[in-house]
């Protein structure tokens, strides 16, 4: 497993080391022992989720502003453009954004800490993305921050117009979303 810090250094790709041959291949998607030597991260997942989404779909983004989830995402079919936005008001990288491609083909995975925002768009024909939480999903306290605030400047994959659900188009813009301390 090789670890790449980003410019904002809490968030993490991680590239597992996979072997294959004319078989197939297998990698380690996830162990605890050698994350935490990596990341300094102590984390507990208790909740697992996966997505199916088509061409051109963006989901996010999303965040909880209590019962912060902590996620570790990847692709296990086709390809997205993943994103993640620092909402942590006392951090230097205060609405800062990374993105990174993530697919079934380079098999990496972004380690996402909570207070951050999330989301992704679909660039291949279809993807199915899976994520691994550090909390439970408390629609109460779910909020989403609006994809394409220009305050953030988000550089979104051109030349589609994304599809979105309806709670996904009214986003609330930085200046007015709850964040974190």
Known sequence: MKLERTSISDVIIIEPKVFGDDRGFFFES????????????????????????????????????????????????????????????????FGHWIGVTLSSKNCRQLWIPPGFAHGFFVTSDSAEFLYKTT????????????????????????????????????GKFLADAEVFE
């Open 30 to 93: 996830f162990n605890e022992r050698r994350f935490h030597e990596l990341t300094a991260a102590s984390v507990h997942f208790v909740q697992d989720n996966h997505s199916k989404s088509a061409k051109n779909v963006l989901r996010g983004l999303h965040y909880q502003i209590s019962n912060p989830q902590g996620k570790l995402v990847r692709v296990v079919s086709g390809e997205v453009f993943d994103v993640a936005v620092d909402l942590r008001k006392s951090s230097p990288t």
């Open 135 to 170: 909390d439970y999903w408390a629609p109460e306290f779910e909020r989403t921050l609006m994809w394409n605030d220009p305050a953030i400047g988000i550089e979104w994959p051109s030349g589609a117009i994304p599809v979105m659900s309806n709670k996904d188009q009214i």
